[in-house]
């Protein structure tokens, strides 16, 4: 029966939280002294009161949960007070009194095999994949790779479509839906900050999310088709891949949380 302590030490090992960004807060959140128990895991993209929620009305019906492992930190920015009807308090007063830790990998999830990027490119069968931006050991920001064999624009697309199920799939504007696609930069959460890294892979098409107006224009005028599927829909995949892991660990209980919030609703669809 694999404790916290050891899941916690394990994923470290594999996602060092010091490959963090320097404005990034990865690792524990809130550790209410959970460590030496069996780790009963519930797997999020966001730590939000629904998904505490959520691992309270399980420990009611019977299920012991006692950690939230999340890919968003909890705490961005230092904190100057905890007053009441304040999230991050209830969400710390919570925890304390159910005992449910908070854990977050962020930017270390994201250079890692198997995180947010590397996932993008497995479901969209990327070939000879690298990073986009490397940051160690073949590791890095985002991922770009070969379609094998290559797709039209519109096939791709699709894909993405029956992969993501995004509720929303903007691209840049094109003549010709049917030109040829062989080679594809993937990057799950905000990601256009990368178009000019991007562009100098020899990409034809990018695969990220929170794009803005400008952002496509500029991608337009480097002859990049680029294409925003939302924050949720390109991260939450990985959030799923990890709680594979760490069935195939032996972790007791983990589950995808059922409560994840997308953050945006689209009139009409």
């Known amino acids: 029966m694999m404790k916290i302590t050891d899941l916690i030490n394990w994923f470290e090992i594999w996602a060092n939280p010091t490959w963090q960004e320097n404005w990034d807060n990865c690792g524990w959140q809130i550790e209410p ?19 505490m929620q959520e691992a309270i009305l399980l420990r009611d019906n019977g299920i012991p949960v006692n950690l939230i492992f999340a890919h968003h930190p909890l ?21 304390y009194t159910h005992k449910i830790g908070v854990y977050t990998a962020h930017t270390n999830f994201d250079q890692v095999n198997d995180g947010t990027a590397d ?13 986009i931006t490397p940051t160690q050991d073949g590791l890095g920001y985002g991922r770009v790779g070969y379609l094998e064999p290559s797709l039209t624009l519109q096939e791709l697309l699709t894909q993405i479509q029956t992969q993501l199920s995004p509720p929303d799939l903007i691209f840049s504007p094109t003549e010709d839906l049917q030109q040829p696609i062989d080679k594809v930069a993937v990057l799950g959460g905000s990601g256009a900050s990368f178009i000019s890294a991007v562009v100098k892979t020899g990409a034809q098409a990018y695969l990220t999310s929170d794009c803005k107006f400008h952002q496509f224009q ?19 995949p ?32």
């Not at 904190?79 to 009441?84: D, E, R």
């Open 33 to 51: 002294g959970v460590l030496d128990e069996p780790a009963r895991v519930l797997i999020c993209l966001t730590p939000t009161l629904a998904v």
């Open 75 to 95: 705490i961005f920015s230092p904190l100057k007070s905890l007053q009441t009807g304040n999230p991050i308090a209830e969400m710390v007063r919570l925890a």
């Open 119 to 131: 996932v993008l490119a497995q479901l969209l069968q990327l070939k000879q994949v690298t990073p």
């Open 218 to 236: 500029e991608a337009r005028d480097r002859n990049l088709i680029l294409i925003d599927a939302g924050h949720y829909a390109t991260e939450r």
């Open 238 to 269: 990985a959030c799923d891949r990890l709680v594979q892991k760490f069935r195939d660990l032996g972790v007791e209980w983990v589950q995808l949380s059922q409560k994840d919030e997308d953050f945006r609703l689209f009139y009409g669809v």
